[in-house]
């Protein structure tokens, strides 16, 4: 069993790069990237962390709150996040104080901000979206878990349902639904995993939920597990001093262990560590939690050579700031993020034989398979419209259809997907909680402001023969005037091979003499027309 799959080879391997200004993690399955997430010092994700925010605004209009949490933009709080959740995951069972007393439980002292805000909370429980104007006004405090990191010009979304993941259960500080994730399905391990959950030694008022990562887990594993969420949690809940908000409850892990949290699991075969310290570190997370059969799988990289080099996954990083990715049956896609959504045409790349079905089915199969790696990998959601290759059999649509569900079944975002349409679109939404790889990595040009385009140089001569056009109406009556028009060199070189006969036009009508020079510190959309004697501009 366990021994067989620890002889197997290794396909499946995680790689973790640390450095001083930011830390990576890869996912490669047999050397082909999988998963790529970038985390920078100063910039680290907020999403799972708890805040004891302020109410600053309420929106009934938005049907929303707007809360300080101490970053830069108030979070976007909407009426429905703060209504007790309904945990879809989960097939809940209630557990009793009475019960979880009998079994041994014990009640943890809160810090008193948060003691008097459970106690309010117990009260609110049956509460409708009209009470909460009422229930939470400006300057009150909220407890809030951030949901969604802020994104472009929007704030953090938040939410009042808490939960705090670790690595085989979901903690639920102020809940006491007990439960197993739904993606469990055999009913006896069901009914295991009910047992384990429920004989958990958890305080007064707080539930848990078993991960799809505690399947075949033995118990102890659960209960070291439940220990680690507890004291995370409690190193901030648990501060006797009287805190005032803004204030971090909670703040989740960062990359390297959430790696190991979430992404290690039986069907990664290894996982390469770069940094003595973080390799120590991994080593002692993983035998309390995978436990120390596992430990012969971590190594620490030590070759000169930097680790994303040596595994070759550098360039394949490359290829996700690419907008056009090649398939290997030679199509190809292109993906464009856009303000309202991620547009991705799917071409066939072949003139010979692109009208054949076999070939346009093989092609879009290969792009749904891709497209899925995709998003994935640049971490971009929202709603995505993708432009498959037209096919007229609804047979092959459906087969498309299903091969993209397929392939976006193991996304840890959540994602919904529609058939496609009658034009071959297919329409999908997928949930983002921070920013796109793209984002993170890159600013916007100083140059092109983010546009990704300049104006021709066809354009710019257009201009410019206006502009002078103009002036040398304007100055028709001043003698001996002399025009030096400034331009970008490539604009220069564009209107020396082009326009040579039409500035001949202008001395000849206008009696002044042009001359041009090339300037490299210009904007090549920019042009300066000034008096050489003085350098004044004119206009």
Not at 162 to 172: Q, T
Not at 473 to 494: F, G
Request: glycine share 6%; charged share 30%; hydrophobic share 35%.
């Amino acid at each position: 069993m366990i021994w067989d799959f620890f002889k197997k080879k290794k396909e499946r391997r995680i790689l973790l790069n640390c450095g001083n200004i930011e830390s990576r993690m890869a996912l490669l399955n047999k050397g082909r990237l999988e998963e790529y997430q970038v985390e920078r010092k100063g910039e680290e994700s907020i999403a799972g962390n708890v805040y004891l925010g302020k109410v600053q605004t309420v929106s009934k209009s938005l049907e929303a709150v707007f809360v300080d949490i101490g970053t830069e933009k108030n979070g976007f709080l909407h009426f429905k996040d703060m209504l007790p959740a309904s945990y879809d995951m989960i097939e809940s069972s209630m557990e009793k104080n009475a019960q979880t007393k009998a079994q041994g439980g014990r009640k943890k002292k809160l810090n008193p901000v948060l003691q008097k805000y459970c106690e309010n909370a117990k009260k609110r429980k049956r509460i409708d979206l009209k009470d909460i104007p009422a229930l939470f006004p400006t300057g009150s405090d909220i407890l809030v878990q951030v949901a969604k990191d802020s994104i472009g010009t929007k704030g953090p979304k938040l939410s009042t349902n808490i939960s705090i993941p670790g690595r085989y259960i979901v903690l639920l500080p102020f809940s006491e639904v007990r439960g197993v994730s739904r993606k469990i399905e055999a009913q006896d391990e069901r009914k295991r995993l009910h047992g384990i959950i429920r004989s958990l030694d958890l305080p007064d008022g707080m539930g848990c939920i078993c991960r799809t990562n505690g399947e075949d887990r033995k118990e102890e594993y659960f209960k070291n597990d439940l220990q680690l969420i507890l004291d995370m949690w409690n190193k901030y809940a648990e501060s006797e001093e009287k805190v005032k908000a803004p204030f971090v409850v909670y703040k989740e892990p960062n990359l390297v262990e959430r790696t190991i949290r979430d992404s290690l699991t039986e069907e990664i075969d290894e996982i390469v560590v770069d940094d003595p310290d973080i390799y120590e570190y991994a080593r002692k997370m993983i035998a309390g939690t995978v436990g120390k059969n596992f430990l012969q799988n971590v190594s620490l990289y030590k070759s000169h050579e930097p680790i994303f080099q040596h595994f070759a996954v550098e360039k394949q990083i490359e290829e996700i700031f690419s907008r056009r990715i090649n398939l290997p049956g030679g199509g190809f896609i292109c993906i464009d993020e856009t303000e309202a959504l991620i547009a991705i045409d799917v071409n066939s790349g072949s003139k010979r034989g692109k009208d054949h079905p076999e070939t346009i089915l093989y092609s879009n199969l290969e792009a749904a398979e891709e497209i899925a790696r995709q998003l994935r990998l640049r971490n971009i959601g929202g709603l995505v419209v993708i432009d498959f290759i037209d096919m007229r059999d609804a047979k092959d649509r459906d087969l498309v259809f299903k091969t993209m569900k397929n392939a976006i079944e193991n996304d840890s975002a959540k994602t919904k997907i529609l058939p496609l349409s009658r034009f071959g679109l297919m329409e999908m939404t997928r949930q983002r909680e921070n920013e796109s790889i793209s984002d993170t990595v890159f600013d916007d040009c100083p140059y092109c402001g983010g546009k990704g385009i300049v104006k021709s140089a066809t354009t710019m001569r257009a201009e410019i023969h206006r502009a002078l056009t103009e002036i040398l109406k304007k100055y028709k009556r001043e003698k001996d005037l002399s025009i030096r028009v400034y331009v970008h060199p490539q604009i220069l070189a564009s209107i020396k091979n082009a326009d040579s006969g039409i500035l001949n036009e202008f001395e000849q009508k206008y009696g002044r003499n042009l001359s041009f020079r090339a300037d490299p510190m210009l904007h090549i959309e920019k042009f300066r027309i000034v008096d050489p004697d003085t350098e004044q501009e004119l206009k």
